[in-house]
């Protein structure tokens, strides 16, 4: 099978400073890729080079056979980091997720009846079809993301990449856009999305490419997130906890004992949940053994 | 009672509101791109940029429109090429280039002493002074205007909104600003006439922010700021009449108390909602608490 996604020895970076070097990857059709690493580490310049946002230095990107150069190749859908999104421009749900059709929908400035079905179906499908007048900026985080997920599936795909799509939402959002992601991926489109959140990708990710300047390694997760590798691409003392099919990541903090001591004589207050009360009870730290780990 | 028919009498009257509405109604549609760009200054250092234009085209023999035309369309384009580098930004680029192109101008005049042109009006607007000519060239630059940004209305939009991702989407967003500078730099020449170098930024400005206080959605905002514009335009030409003040500077006064009032409106709207809001959550407090009471 031809591959999606080829980088062969790439290089490349912004004013004559190397983000990535010597890059050589594939990514098959419909595979659901999760690129890990800490910032700085060239995951959203991968992205770029894939756009054509970015040109390499040396070596080459190619992008379903054809070679990118300095724009974009047909059928990627993207979906920026949301912080990015100027949240206060005068546009609504509708408006955004149309962009996704702005070079092929003819030549009025008003979608044809089929790109607004079209939308119609996403929009339904993500579960925000209620929304479509909404402005933006009044939307849940989980929300947002579905709009900016909702106009790249417009687009009509075959490869979707995501900046960050889980960074900054709650842990059932998170949850959630993943869930969603593993759905789209299931009708064929290739997905690959960058992420700081390890435990999440272990979870729900069936491919990692762990990334630090350069591929430190690429597998599934329980198979690449080991001590050695993760230690390797964050530059920092990461344990990894296993138990049975259950994968934790966990980073060591500096000290942790004598921070653990200056808090010995404090106690964790844990507030009754059940309604009309207003009771709290402690529970006793135990500094001692913070982490029970199985190698 | 006020005769309202009465200034229609003067020749100089009917060229003036017409080319004041239609000025406000071109400089409302485009400076919502021009807000929404953060780019809100451009207008003025853009129009004291084509001064310098407007004094090297006499010193040239050439037309007014062609050779200032020229000169603003490439520090439009200048500007956005400079507003690109990541270390300058939009509002610095518009500072250096647009004073450095006004200052050229102004050493041209004071170097070469016998001109018999008077800058004045293009410095401070001479809307009594309109000729038939600049009323044909407002005329067609509005339609070629809204002609432009009608059929580019998705790629405009797209481009104003995410000029990152545009690309990635086939939105071919160089193409995009450098039409969007052509249309400025024209807007801002056939409008120097009217409102002049110093309070052409105004006209751009204030509908678009009235604009965005009454609506959240694009195209909605383009009508808004077109309409209100040219209101403004038509409303404060009127006045201006009657109680005989600058023109120009009744029509920019005129947009700033429509936006005084909008924006109180606002306010005043969000303070009442917002109270609303807070007595409902108060109300569902007290409800979720005599629940636990009974």
């Not at chain 1, 906890?241 to 980073?251: C, E, N, R, S, T």
């Not at chain 2, 451009?42 to 004094?55: D, E, K, N």
């Not at chain 2, 600058?246 to 606002?266: H, M, P, Q, R, Y």
């Amino acid at each position: 099978m031809e591959p999606l996604i080829s980088f062969n020895h790439m290089t490349c970076g912004y004013d004559d400073q190397a983000v990535l070097e010597d890059i050589t990857l594939q990514i098959m059709p419909g595979q659901f890729v999760g690129l890990v690493g800490p910032s700085g580490s060239g995951k959203t310049t991968l992205l770029r080079t894939l756009m054509g946002m970015v040109t390499p230095a040396a070596g080459s990107v190619e992008v379903l056979g054809q070679r990118v150069q300095g724009r974009a190749p047909a059928r990627i859908g993207y979906v920026p980091q949301l912080e990015t999104v100027d949240w206060n421009f005068p546009v609504t749900v509708e408006e955004v997720v149309l962009m996704g059709r702005t070079m092929r929908s003819g030549i009025w400035p008003w979608p044809n009846r089929e790109t607004r079905a079209q939308m119609a179906t996403i929009l339904d499908q993500l579960g925000i079809g209620a929304l479509a007048k909404r402005h933006i900026r009044m939307l849940s985080g989980g929300q947002q993301q579905r709009v900016f997920l909702a106009r790249a599936l417009l687009s009509d795909p075959k490869l979707l990449l995501l900046d960050e799509p889980t960074s900054n939402v709650d842990i059932r959002t998170r949850d959630e856009i993943l869930h969603l992601l593993a759905d789209i991926n299931r009708d064929g489109i290739a997905v690959v999305l960058t992420t700081h959140e390890l435990n999440s990708v272990a979870t729900h990710l069936p491919w990692v490419i762990c990334l630090n300047r350069a591929v430190i390694a690429q597998g599934r997760p329980n198979h690449i997130f080991t001590t050695e590798v993760l230690s390797r691409t964050f530059n920092a003392e990461m344990m990894v906890i296993k138990q049975g099919d259950l994968l934790l990541v966990a980073d060591r903090p500096h000290g942790f004992a004598d921070l653990a001591a200056s808090n010995a004589g404090l106690e964790d207050i844990i507030a009754d949940a059940r309604p009309g009360t207003r009771k709290s009870h402690t529970q006793t730290h135990l500094p001692s053994e913070p982490y029970h780990t199985h190698q | 009672m006020i005769d309202l028919v009465r200034p229609w009498h003067y020749a100089f009257f009917v060229h003036g509101i017409i080319a004041a509405t239609l000025v406000g109604g071109l400089c409302g549609l485009i400076g919502a791109y021009v807000v929404l760009r953060h780019m809100s200054y451009i207008g003025h250092g853009l129009s004291h940029a084509i001064f310098g234009g407007a004094v090297v085209s006499y010193l040239l023999q050439w037309n007014f429109y062609i050779g200032a035309g020229l000169y603003g369309f490439l520090a439009a384009l200048l500007i956005n090429a400079t507003a690109r580098k990541r270390q300058i930004g939009a509002d610095a680029a518009i500072g250096v280039i647009t004073t450095a192109s006004f200052a050229f101008g102004v050493a041209l005049i004071s170097r070469v002493r016998h001109f018999t042109t008077n800058f004045e009006a293009a410095l401070f607007g001479n809307i009594l002074g309109v000729t038939t000519t600049d009323l044909w060239v407002i005329a067609g630059v509005s339609a070629l205007t809204v002609i432009a940004l009608f059929f580019s209305y998705k790629q405009m939009l797209f481009t104003t909104f995410d000029p990152e991702v545009a690309p990635t989407y086939g939105v071919p967003t160089q193409k995009m600003e450098t039409l969007f500078a052509l249309i400025l730099a024209s807007a801002l020449i056939a409008s120097m006439q009217v409102m002049g170098v110093t309070l052409i930024a105004a006209a751009l400005v204030i509908p678009a922010v009235i604009g965005r206080l009454l609506t959240d959605r694009f195209s909605k905002l383009l009508l808004l700021t077109t309409t209100i514009g040219a209101l403004c335009g038509l409303t404060g030409m009127y006045t201006s009449f009657y109680i005989d003040v600058a023109s120009g500077a009744t029509i920019v006064l005129t947009a700033a108390a429509v936006f005084a009032v909008v924006i109180t409106i606002t306010l005043v709207q969000q303070r009442r909602h917002g109270l609303k809001a807070g007595l409902g959550k108060q109300a569902v407090l007290v409800q979720s608490n005599d629940s636990h009471l009974f």
